[in-house]
C-alpha cells in the first residue's frame, strides 16, 4: 500500500473516447504529480499542482486536461487521444512542492488507445 | 535543463554478488537524488535518496554514493537476492523548485 490509489488500472478507448484517470491520496500531502511513462523513456512529468494550483504544464497537449478539485484528488481528462499516447499514467504525491522531499507514486494506469 | 544519463541498460548478477548502477546529471544546481525501484506492475518506490551536503547513504544491503565535483552517483546493492529483481531509476532535483528529471532505468535480474 503506498498511499497513492489510481484507477482504473487499465483502460482500452477509441481516439473519439472521453474518458478520465483518477488519482487519490492518504498521506496528507500537498503537492501531486502526473507522468506519462513508456518504454525506453525516461519518466515524462506531465503536470504539477501545489495546494489545488497548477504550477507547471509540461507542453501537454491540450487533449490532456487536468483537475485538482483538492489536496487528495487529482484527475487527467482524456479526449481524441492519439495512438502514441499509450502508455502508463503514473500519479504522485510529494509533502511540499517547495523542499526536496521524495514522491510517492501510485501503480498506474495502463492506457491503450486503439 | 537537467539531463539524468543512467548506465547500464540492462544487469544481470548471480545472487549473493553485488550490483552496481551509475547516473551521471549536467545541472551543478541539483542537490538532491532519489533513487526508485519499480517491480512488474507497481509504480516507482523509493529505496533510498541523498543530498548534496552528503557523500555516501547506507540503508542495510543498499548504499548510494554522491560525487559533487564529477556529478555523478551511484547505487550500490549488496548480498543481491531474487527480490531486488526490478527496474531501478535515478532521479536529481533542485531544491526550492520540485521538479525531478529521471534516468532511463536499469533493468536488475537476480539470478538464483
Known amino acids: 500500500e503506498t498511499g497513492v490509489t489510481q484507477t482504473p488500472r487499465h483502460l482500452v478507448m477509441g481516439m473519439t473516447n472521453k474518458k478520465s484517470l483518477k488519482c487519490e491520496q492518504h498521506l496528507g500531502h500537498n503537492a501531486m504529480y502526473w507522468y506519462k511513462q513508456s518504454a525506453k523513456k525516461p519518466l515524462e512529468l506531465m503536470f504539477v499542482y501545489s495546494l489545488e494550483e497548477r504550477v507547471e504544464n509540461n507542453s501537454v497537449p491540450s487533449r490532456f486536461s487536468p483537475e485538482c478539485p483538492n489536496s487528495s484528488h487529482l484527475f487527467l481528462h482524456l479526449h481524441t487521444l492519439q495512438p502514441e499516447d499509450s502508455a502508463l499514467y503514473l500519479c504522485?504525491?510529494?509533502?511540499?512542492?517547495?523542499?526536496?522531499?521524495?514522491?510517492?507514486f501510485g501503480d498506474g494506469t495502463r492506457l491503450s488507445i486503439l | 535543463g537537467e539531463n539524468v544519463e543512467q548506465h547500464p541498460s540492462t544487469l544481470s548478477v548471480q545472487e549473493g554478488d553485488s550490483a552496481v548502477i551509475k547516473c551521471t546529471y549536467s545541472?551543478?544546481?541539483?542537490?538532491?537524488f532519489p533513487w526508485y525501484k519499480q517491480e512488474l506492475g507497481k509504480g516507482p518506490q523509493l529505496i533510498i535518496d541523498?543530498?548534496?551536503?552528503?557523500g555516501e547513504k547506507k540503508d542495510q544491503r543498499i548504499a548510494v554514493t554522491l560525487n559533487k565535483t564529477a556529478k555523478h552517483f551511484s547505487l550500490h546493492i549488496t548480498e543481491t537476492q531474487p527480490e531486488d529483481s526490478a527496474v531501478y531509476f535515478c532521479a536529481a532535483s533542485i531544491g526550492g523548485y520540485q521538479k525531478v528529471t529521471f534516468g532511463t532505468g536499469t533493468k536488475l535480474q537476480v539470478i538464483p
Open positions: 504522485a504525491s510529494s509533502l511540499d512542492r517547495e523542499a526536496n522531499q521524495p514522491q510517492h
Open positions: 541523498i543530498r548534496s551536503n552528503v
Open positions: 545541472d551543478s544546481a541539483s542537490n538532491y
